[in-house]
């Protein structure tokens, strides 16, 4: 089952904030209030713009995200384990419709955040990069939101070739290649932003260090590729791409301009986490409802001259939606030693157990004990759920400065003791807690939950 285990709500958290997972948010209300028209208005008014066959898609992300933190779709139970306390509390399952739900998306980014920087990334210098294209190119990956994967694929083997050219020979390097299809206020900006290990290891295990500093040609490089990569595709004319090639101004950039270097854990984190950002904070957001307008303010942007941009509601709601990926597609890419076959290697290669982070060098001492204690699969199952309670616990602890697994009337620990997802069962809890005044977030005193 999935748990709510991080709702973030867009007022400022105090340390000692005590946490109620399953609260609703000014983004619920919008929903509830302007889906209906979305959905109606779609065929004329959107579909251009988020998908011509994307509806039943973004309507079943956005039937998902209203059950969010929902009690009656589903609670797990945590208890006390003082069999005299009897202490618990519950909490309710969450949607993880990442990109789209704020509180699903949070507790992804600082989880994404943690296992890149304690789990992934090689104790080496690595560059934050970010690849942009031109407006007149964004278009085709609106419409086709799976054409990101085979450019993420463009990028790291321009980097590998890159690497190649300047070690005189061929290195396995590695990267995190991110894809997003977002810009300040949600408009639609295709770009992909990279982690990217600043150099690689040549067949005898010797690590060649290539710093990156002009990015001039690697620019050019990429402009061409991907031009081609688009005419390959039959979807730019070959006139069309001799005009991207003339324009002086060509709108291909490349940055790289922040090394992380390998003992600075908190900003790799925080990189990593911004990495994988959601389109929307519920901070920047204020919603009318009297004129169903939707106030988005941010920073002053240079470029578009406003930091405030006022929606209608259902615009809004089709701001948001056309940032949507398609179901099981995975829009962060890993490339050489960070890849599921690279990483399969690690623990029988020296030279990289060496530079191995730290997290990744605790898990294998805990498989490796796990093992020699008891090999059984039950033991291998309850390895994997104290790691998940730690993680939960760890990231509530986190946010709100508070630990939920442990007890705060007797200081004991507490587990999840069950999950319950009985309708007649949950209503019968929801009202005895009612009774004892410990009712959950939008649990009203009528007698119908």
Request: charged letters at 25%.
């Amino acid at each position: 089952m999935r748990t709510n285990v991080l709702s973030i709500e867009s007022h400022s958290i105090s340390p000692n904030e005590e946490y109620i997972p399953g609260r609703r948010t000014v983004l619920h209300t919008i929903l509830k209030k302007h889906f209906k028209d979305f959905v109606e208005n779609y065929e004329v008014k959107y579909a251009e713009e988020c998908g011509k066959y994307s509806l039943e898609r973004i309507a079943s992300v956005v039937e998902e995200y209203l059950k969010c933190g929902d009690y009656k779709q589903g609670v797990a139970r945590v208890k006390c384990t003082n069999p005299e306390c009897n202490n618990d509390f519950f909490v309710p399952f969450s949607c993880k419709q990442f990109l789209f739900c704020p509180g699903c998306s949070q507790k992804r980014t600082l989880l994404f955040g943690e296992y890149l920087a304690y789990e992934v990334l090689l104790r080496l210098p690595h560059k934050f990069f970010t690849f942009t294209l031109p407006k007149a190119l964004r278009i085709f990956l609106r419409n086709d939101k799976k054409l990101f994967s085979d450019l993420s694929k463009l990028i790291y083997t321009l980097i590998e070739d890159f690497y190649a050219e300047a070690a005189g020979k061929r290195i396995l390097s590695s990267a995190i290649l991110v894809y997003q299809s977002f810009g300040d206020m949600m408009r639609f900006n295709s770009h992909w932003h990279g982690i990217i290990l600043e150099g690689g290891f040549d067949s005898q295990g010797n690590f060649v260090f290539i710093p990156i500093h002009a990015l001039d040609k690697m620019t050019e490089c990429f402009r061409r590729r991907v031009i081609r990569f688009f005419m390959n595709r039959k979807l730019i004319t070959e006139n069309f791409a001799s005009n991207l090639l003339s324009w002086k101004n060509s709108g291909f950039s490349i940055d790289a301009s922040l090394r992380l270097y390998g003992s600075d854990d908190k900003t790799r984190e925080a990189i990593a986490q911004y990495l994988v950002r959601p389109p929307l904070s519920l901070n920047k957001i204020k919603y009318e409802p009297f004129k169903g307008k939707v106030l988005f303010k941010t920073k002053y942007n240079d470029y578009f001259g406003e930091n405030i941009k006022v929606y209608d509601g259902e615009d809004f709601v089709a701001a948001l939606s056309k940032h949507i990926p398609p179901a099981r597609v995975h829009l962060v890419r890993y490339y050489g030693l960070y890849s599921s076959r690279g990483r399969g290697i690690w623990k029988n290669t020296p030279y990289i157990v060496r530079l191995a982070p730290e997290g990744w060098i605790k898990k294998q001492e805990e498989q490796n004990i796990a093992k020699v204690e008891d090999d059984t699969e039950a033991q291998s199952q309850d390895v994997k759920g104290r790691a998940k309670r730690s993680a939960w616990a760890r990231l509530i602890n986190k946010v709100y400065g508070i630990n939920p697994l442990i007890c705060k009337k007797c200081g004991s620990e507490m587990r999840i003791a069950a999950f319950i997802i009985d309708p007649e069962q949950i209503d019968r809890i929801m009202m005895h807690l009612k009774k004892q005044g410990r009712a959950p977030p939008l649990i009203t005193g009528s007698s119908t939950i």
